[in-house]
């Protein structure tokens, strides 16, 4: 896997196997239109995630290298990772709310415990 430093537009598409049952096209057509309705919370999360991995599988030795890869700013990439510590069940509630903006969740300062992290987005709520 290698990291380009200019950030660039991908295309989703979905490439059914040839012969594939009609049932199975019309799903990965719903899974590609259901794609679009990507917020700048989704995108953040699932880069998050992805650096996180890099990371984890030594594909890169720090986040000033990811920074200098993807073209950003080390703080901003720092403040994005922070969202890989979120709870799951928090980040499941965030992938059902359409309305949850990505400054509103990285604005707080939040607990590593997941039990008290709960607490403090149920009383934002």
């Not at 699932?46 to 996180?52: D, N, S, V």
Request: charge should be neutral.
């Amino acid at each position: 896997m290698r990291l380009t430093g200019k950030r660039c537009r991908m295309k989703r598409e979905v490439i059914t196997p040839i012969g594939a049952p009609a049932a199975f096209q019309r799903e990965a057509e719903c899974a590609q239109s259901d794609a679009a309705g990507d917020t700048a919370l989704l995108r953040a999360l699932g880069l998050a995630h992805h650096w996180q991995r890099l990371l984890d599988e030594q594909w890169v030795t720090s986040v000033p290298e990811i920074a200098a890869a993807e073209g950003l700013d080390v703080t901003y990439v720092r403040r994005l990772l922070r969202l890989t510590l979120l709870a799951p069940s928090i980040i499941q509630r965030l992938l059902g709310n359409t309305n949850a903006a990505l400054d509103e969740v990285l604005r707080p300062s939040w607990p590593s415990d997941w039990l008290a992290q709960e607490r403090q987005f149920q009383l934002e709520s």
